[in-house]
């Protein structure tokens, strides 16, 4: 049984940063991508980048390169989504969700089966 715990989070004043970090339990091999989602109020949820936990290869939308980075722990079990250069658009609930075998096509969140609680970011 697949569990995601999410944590960070919060409020934050325009161009500061943020840490998130989702913890994963449940899986006994590394084959599987992680990705991070958020959806805005109102809006449609939008992927924020992956991980392939197996090789550590990321990936970005396009609205976040260059101040987001998403790393994982020595132990594999933990990935952390550093966030710099805030933003109001930022200001969304963000989600880690999982899936089996590959990052291919990650931004489509119905490929994810398994999902964090999510967590509050607000910019302002």
């Known amino acids: 049984h697949v569990q995601l715990v999410e944590s960070g989070g919060g409020s934050v004043q325009t161009g500061g940063s943020l840490r998130l970090s989702c913890t994963v339990s449940?899986?006994?091999?590394?084959?599987?991508?992680l990705a991070w989602f958020r959806q805005p109020p109102g809006k449609e949820r939008e992927g924020v980048g992956s991980i392939y936990m197996a090789t550590g290869r990321t990936y970005y939308g396009d609205s976040v390169k260059g101040r987001f980075t998403i790393s994982q722990d020595a132990g594999k079990n933990t990935v952390t989504l550093q966030m710099s250069g805030l933003i109001s658009e930022d200001t969304a609930m963000y989600y880690c969700a999982t899936k089996r075998l590959s990052c291919f096509n990650w931004k489509e969140s119905s490929d994810f089966d398994s999902w964090g609680q999510g967590t509050q970011v607000t910019v302002s």
């Open positions: 449940g899986y006994t091999v590394s084959s599987y991508c």
